[in-house]
């Protein structure tokens, strides 16, 4: 499968935390009659994940929220309890970004965004991406070569609304 304009993600069960614990949650609910965006990275406390990427989400919330998105969901091969601390330490959850974990990571790979680097201990992880989703049709997308952090980020994706 490839993330391309006009199409549909797969759905997928989610899980992210909730007040009592962690929930699951289906792409499809999240999406439906809604504008979002949604954008993958590799993992919580990773590199650019932490100082590039949900960073520039977290300085265009406001400007994403102003375009009428309704929610930004950040996707990871993680699981909802590191995602919870994560998007507390990187302000990404003061700035209103859901963390959603791809625990067992069978939506990236259905997606075909999965890749493995052994070497430092990542296995199953996502390529980077970040889309805008209208009633869950692809409306936008920005899909980074692997290893980089580029287009994926939300200036860029901001830039196509």
Avoid at 23 to 51: H, W
Avoid at 85 to 100: C, K, M, V
């Amino acid at each position: 499968m490839t993330i391309e304009v006009g199409g549909r993600l797969p759905e997928a069960t989610f899980s992210k935390m909730g007040a009592e614990g962690p929930e699951l949650v289906q792409l499809g609910d999240l999406t439906k009659g809604r504008k979002v965006v949604l954008f993958a990275l590799p993992g919580a406390y990773t590199g650019p994940c932490s100082t590039i990427h949900v960073p520039s989400f977290v300085r265009t919330a406001a400007d994403f929220r102003a375009k009428g998105i309704a929610d930004i969901y950040c996707v990871a091969v993680n699981d909802p309890f590191v995602l919870k601390a994560w998007g507390e330490s990187t302000g990404g959850t003061a700035a209103g970004i859901t963390f959603l974990g791809d625990a067992d990571g069978s939506f990236t790979r259905a997606l075909g965004m999965d890749f493995t680097a052994p070497q430092i201990g990542l296995h199953g992880r996502s390529n980077r991406y970040a889309v805008v989703l209208d009633d869950g049709v692809i409306a936008a997308a920005n899909v980074d070569k692997p290893g980089v952090c580029d287009i994926s980020v939300g200036e860029a994706l901001l830039a196509k609304l």
